[in-house]
Nanobody
């Protein structure tokens, strides 16, 4: 299993920005796909954005145009840049790594959007 360390969550006002980081224990190019999921209280975990080892990205409709997933080869890190944040983006955000059909999850980082 891949170990994942997330960081970057916090409290931000509506309209603000945050950047989440996910550092995997393996090279990001050895991982089939990495993604960010979120889970709000009382709701199911949902995919926010993902990126394959080939660089193909996918976004949830609710975040298109506001969030950007990217990766740094040098830092072996996957990022989620979140702009124009809304209160409904409040959730626990998890990093996920898919390898060989198996999922590895980070511990989660809290994002709270509130005035």
């Amino acid at each position: 299993q891949v170990q994942l360390v997330e960081s970057g969550g916090g409290l931000v006002q509506p309209g603000g920005s945050l950047r989440l980081s996910c550092l995997p224990s393996d090279s990001i190019f050895s991982i089939d796909a990495m993604g960010w999921y979120r889970q709000a209280p009382g709701k199911q975990r949902e995919l926010v954005a993902s990126i394959t080892s080939g660089g193909i990205t996918t976004y949830a409709d609710s975040v298109k145009g506001r969030f950007t997933i990217s990766r740094s080869i040098v830092k072996n890190t996957v990022y989620l840049q979140m702009n124009s944040l809304k209160p409904e983006d409040t959730a626990l955000y998890y990093c996920d790594a898919k390898t060989g059909g198996l999922d590895s999850w980070g511990q989660g980082t809290q994002v709270t959007v509130s005035s």
